[in-house]
């Protein structure tokens, strides 16, 4: 599960609709797409039982992150903790600061450079597609209308994203390991087999191409730069010291 709140690590991605707020989880793109909130409110129920309003939501978010990256076979590193939660979101700012799948290269330098996160820690964070799932309504311009994109890999795509019906349907953002925390999503990229028009413009003949072949042929490379972002990630505006609280449920305030 990826974290994709935008007012920062504060856990806000979280947080219910409530009458005074409308959350981040029905934003563009985290609707349909963002799972796993179950998984996170057996561990904060298990961890509340252990140490009572201790730790936060935004920290077992990041450390879960971590664990499930391990888990798949990925890298670890050690997080930062101390994070506080928010207590409110805002689903337009999860609208209008997460980056679109149509969106071209300079937009996504342009999104996480706002975020203080550089291009190499981009290109490195988008390596997380080597899992996960897209729904049709998101690559299909890109197999249908583009032209840098393998024909073959457009074709066997077609039978699961009709070019009308079928938005939700779900393909592996890396067809070739779906399940596996490896560098194939590099792979993909450097044969033309990006899945969203997104994933295809880091290797388009601009200026990270260089950095996604390296990483299609030194994993070590990538999991380390992976590694490091991921900790610059975490630190993106955390709530500290007296800000914020620390929820009991992480769905609600206390």
């Not at 935008?6 to 609707?31: H, I, R, W, Y």
């Not at 290269?105 to 597609?129: C, E, P």
Request: charged content about 15%.
């Amino acid at each position: 599960m990826t974290a994709l709140s935008m007012q920062g690590c504060d856990g806000s991605v979280l947080l219910d609709d409530t009458s005074s707020f409308t959350g981040e989880k029905t934003a563009g793109p985290n609707a349909n797409s963002l799972r796993g909130y179950d998984v996170i409110d057996t561990i904060k129920t298990n961890v509340e039982a252990v140490c009572n309003q201790t730790v936060s939501c935004a920290d077992i978010l990041a450390v879960a992150a971590r664990d499930s990256v391990v888990a798949l076979g990925g890298p670890t590193w050690t997080v930062p903790l101390g994070r506080r939660d928010a207590t409110t979101a805002s689903l337009s700012t999860a609208n209008s600061d997460i980056p679109s799948p149509a969106s071209n290269l300079n937009a996504l330098i342009s999104k996480f450079s706002n975020k203080g996160l550089s291009t190499t820690d981009m290109v490195a964070l988008s390596g997380a597609h080597t899992i996960g799932q897209a729904k049709c309504s998101s690559f299909r311009t890109h197999i249908y209308n583009e032209t840098n994109i393998d024909t073959s890999f457009a074709t066997s795509l077609k039978a699961n994203c009709p070019s009308s019906g079928g938005d939700t349907n779900l393909v592996p953002l890396d067809l070739s390991t779906s399940t596996a925390f490896d560098n194939d999503y590099y792979k993909n990229l450097v044969a033309n087999k990006g899945l969203l028009h997104s994933d295809q413009e880091l290797f388009n003949g601009g200026s990270t191409d260089s950095q996604v072949s390296a990483y299609s042929t030194n994993q070590a490379k990538f999991f380390s730069d992976f590694a490091s972002a991921m900790v610059k990630m975490g630190n993106v505006s955390p709530l500290t010291g007296s800000s914020g609280e620390i929820r009991t449920n992480c769905r609600k305030t206390n």
